[in-house]
C-alpha cells in the first residue's frame, strides 16, 4: 500500500447498528484524524490522535469513538448508528502533530444510515 | 468563534484566470492551507502560507495578508481539469485545521 486507505468504500446501515469504519496508513505518521463531509459545511473534525496511545475529541466527536493502539491504524466506531450520522467520512494523517504540518486524505467511506 | 468565509460557487473560462478568496477568523493563527478536491474524490494539498505575501508554484499561487485575514487563491491558464472544489483551511492555536466549505470552480471552454 502507499498512503492511507479506508474501508468500507461505501455502506448502508439501518439505524441502531454498530459500525466501524476503518483507516491505515503506511507512510508511519504520528497525527490521525476523522473528518466528516456534509454538502454545505465544511469538513468537521471528530476525532484525532497525535500519537499510538493517545486519542482527542474533536468538533463533533458524540456518537463516535476511536482507538489508536498502533501507528498505523485508526478506526472510527459509531455504536449505535442515526440518520444524522449519514455522510462522507474521511481520514487522514500528518508527519507530526502539534505543528504546521500537511494532512493527507484517505479516498472516504460513503455511509448512509436509513 | 472561529469561522472561515469562502464564495460558495464561481464560473471561469478554460484559459483565463481565476481568483478565489478566503477570509479567516480563529484562535490563534499557524498557517493556512489550500486543498483541492475533485467531485467523490478526497481533498489534496495545494498549498500553505504562514508569511504574508504571495507563493507562487507553477500555475496555482496562493496569497496571504495575516492582518487582515485574509488568502486568495490565484489559478492561471485555466484547464478543463481545474474543475473542482478549492477548500480553505486555517490552522489555530492548537494546530487544528478550521475549514470552509469549500468554492465549487466550473471551468466553460
Known amino acids: 500500500i502507499a498512503g492511507i486507505t479506508q474501508a468500507p468504500t461505501s455502506q448502508i446501515l439501518a439505524a441502531g447498528r454498530r459500525m466501524t469504519l476503518r483507516c491505515t496508513q503506511d507512510m508511519r505518521h504520528n497525527a490521525m484524524y476523522w473528518y466528516r463531509q456534509d454538502l454545505g459545511l465544511g469538513l468537521r473534525l471528530i476525532h484525532y490522535s497525535n500519537t499510538a496511545g493517545t486519542t482527542g475529541k474533536g468538533e463533533v466527536p458524540d456518537g463516535y469513538s476511536v482507538s489508536r493502539a498502533n501507528t498505523d491504524d485508526f478506526p472510527l466506531t459509531l455504536a449505535s448508528a442515526v440518520p444524522s450520522q449519514t455522510s462522507v467520512y474521511f481520514c487522514?494523517?500528518?508527519?507530526?502533530?502539534?505543528?504546521?504540518?500537511?494532512?493527507?486524505f484517505g479516498p472516504g467511506t460513503r455511509l448512509t444510515v436509513l | 468563534g472561529q469561522n472561515i468565509d469562502q464564495p460558495t460557487e464561481m464560473t471561469a473560462t478554460e484559459g483565463a484566470i481565476v481568483q478565489i478568496n478566503c477570509t479567516y477568523q480563529t484562535s490563534g493563527f499557524n498557517g493556512l492551507f489550500w486543498y483541492q478536491q475533485h467531485a467523490g474524490e478526497a481533498p489534496t494539498f495545494l498549498s500553505y502560507?504562514?508569511l504574508d505575501g504571495l507563493e507562487e508554484k507553477g500555475r496555482f499561487s496562493s496569497f496571504l495578508s495575516r492582518s487582515k485575514g485574509y488568502s486568495y487563491l490565484l489559478l492561471k491558464e485555466l484547464q478543463m481539469k481545474d474543475s473542482a472544489s478549492y477548500l480553505c483551511?486555517?490552522?489555530?492555536?492548537?494546530?487544528?485545521?478550521?475549514w470552509g466549505a469549500g468554492t465549487k470552480l466550473i471551468i466553460k471552454p
Open positions: 487522514a494523517s500528518s508527519p507530526g502533530s502539534q505543528v504546521a504540518d500537511t494532512q493527507y
Open positions: 502560507n504562514v
Open positions: 483551511a486555517a490552522m489555530d492555536s492548537n494546530y487544528q485545521l478550521i
